[in-house]
């Protein structure tokens, strides 16, 4: 299997390191056909990302087929696995171990998602088995009884010869892409059964014409050429309202709901309804990506920007690229969609790959609100205290006369309620004494707390000065609320963040404070927006800071009615050229400029990033081996590092290598950055995963954590 095969003298190792008795025991009698089956074990180890060969015995040949889980002994241990093909005999080499169980006999890993878990696993140099534990939900017995008793047939194509497409109303479809450029093309091109790329930008996020509907009517065009759809949103809130749009254009039953928050049997009961063809669209969040939709003619991405789109666990995949990859293996049509742009979607357009489908300014000025900034030269003419306070007449007035039409949004950049102190007389940052964390407040009366490891400190003093007085460093979205019931007495004020987000607000007058990304959606349009602390989110440590602030001002002025309704939105903001995007209502503007200044830098995506992160000591021979492989190829790429990790709650502690795994007493954690030119990746990443097998078969250095394109590294 060349999508999972380490190099041939670690693959010979392996082959000579199994135990006698694999070589010489005398098994139960095999299948008369095929007796040989190819396993994926399920295990992280990189040296074990190959098939390994069994027997297949008489009384397991039925149910022993291709995609179907299995448990094998692997090494004194029972292993799980899945069977990728039969075969009439094994160049193993030696007498071959029998299959010890099928745990199940529906075959949940088809063909094309061994191929796409093969293609995902050499981008991010991981392994497979990686892969398909994101891929393949846990199997739940009670489904797979269900589906027994209901005599379901068995997997086949979504609409078998001679069937008929899904009907769907297409008019009421295409009625949103009408306003857009391309957008009318684009519909006849997919209904058409033709596979075209497109970059929408859309312009509401609420109502009927928000960009749900516009998604849904994309994905009944694609089902009225009778093909199937794959749609991955970022969380849950955005799942129901694509969900709900959808099931306006297709008949019951045709959408399956893919998402772990729903929990396991609910997920494994929708991947088993898509996998037969029962269900031709598949919806949700990152796994959703991998869903077995037969006969796929569409994938679409909703928000690519969203760091929830980032797979958390190895090898740390981006949904975005998934569908990409997913959409040129099987020849299906992509749509990539979001209130503004992402600079690796603008290198998409730029690179002629993908086409944009954007409205006409005439539309543009009709459907958006009006932008005003506080810091702009008329408004500090007005208030010249405005740069200084948190809240400037401007968006106090705003505030005021939306809450007479409507609800009112104000957006924050913090949660909690005091998430950052300093010392009262030295301006220093307040930290904990046991492990150097910022110091919080959790409310009026709270004593100041670690946000790290929640020590209390009732009795601060500050380190450079012996100060015993904490001021506020930032103001959160609890403080805020408690400021703005002060300042609109007689209003409701209702907050969004944390683990207490709201989806939706009734359209009354009300104050809404939301942490950035938790802002609920009114039926009818906020009134207003107030969006505040844009400095602290364009002052984040961060390559991406610019372009993440305008994607969550663009989500959340989207939310708000359009000018001719007066639907104003207020930015409290220095005059960057972040904040001239909004004005202008201009995110792809923004993308065009961002990715020229990082390809004239050569950061990403202009180019890709590897990060290498563990002690210093195995992060220096993992770096010497991959470039003496580099060299070899005659590959030079631009190193940077090994730097020290800056302490934060998501770097292991000292005492722990990278993953958690236990470090040398003393050691230091730090991390090497590679950056790849997109000519040369497929070589680097190739060889990356080599080197990533061949350390961990050694068995003899501290592990290193290998991450390709880490949105949080730069």
Known sequence: MSDGMPDQPLQLSLL?????SARTAEGPPLASVNPVARVLIESSLPHLDRPFDYSVPAELDETAQPGVRVKVKFSGQELSGYILDRAEESDAGHVLVPLHKIVSPVAVLTPELRELAGRVAARYAGTVSDVLR????????????????????PPVAVFPPGAEPVPVPVSGAVAGWADYRNGAAFLRHLSAGGSPRAVLSALQGFGPDGWPRLLAGAVAAVRQSGRGAVVVVPDYRDLDRVQSAMEEFLPAGDVARLTADDGQTPRYRSYVRVLNGTAGVAVGTRSAAYAPVRNLGLVVCWDDGDDLHVEQRSPYAHSREVLLLRAEQEGAACLMAGHTRSTELQRLVDAGWAMPVEAERSVVRRTVPRVLNTADSFEMERDPLARMARLPGAAWRTAKEGLERGPVLVQVARSGYAPSLACETCRESARCQSCQGPLAIAGASAVPQCRWCSTPAPAWRCSHCSGARLRRGATGVLRTAEELGRAFPGKAVVTSSGDHVKATVADTGALIVATVGAEPVAAGGYAAALLLDGDSLLRRENLRAGEDAVRRWFNAAALVRPAKEGGIVVITADDTAAVGALLRWD???YAQRELALRTELQLPPAVRVASVTGGRTAVGHFTASVTKFLEGEGVELRIAG????????????????AGGAPAR?????????????YGQASTVTRLLRAAKAASAAKRSEDPVQLRLDGVDVL
């Open 16 to 20: 000579q390191g199994f135990p006698a």
């Open 134 to 153: 994101v891929a393949i939900p846990p199997r739940v017995v009670k489904v797979e009884k269900e589906i027994a008793a209901e005599d379901a047939p």
């Open 587 to 589: 995110p792809a503007g």
């Open 642 to 657: 090994p730097a020290p990790l800056v302490p934060s709650p998501h770097v292991p502690a000292p005492g722990q290598g």
């Open 665 to 677: 007493a003393g050691a230091e954690d730090v991390r090497t950055l590679l950056f790849i030119p």
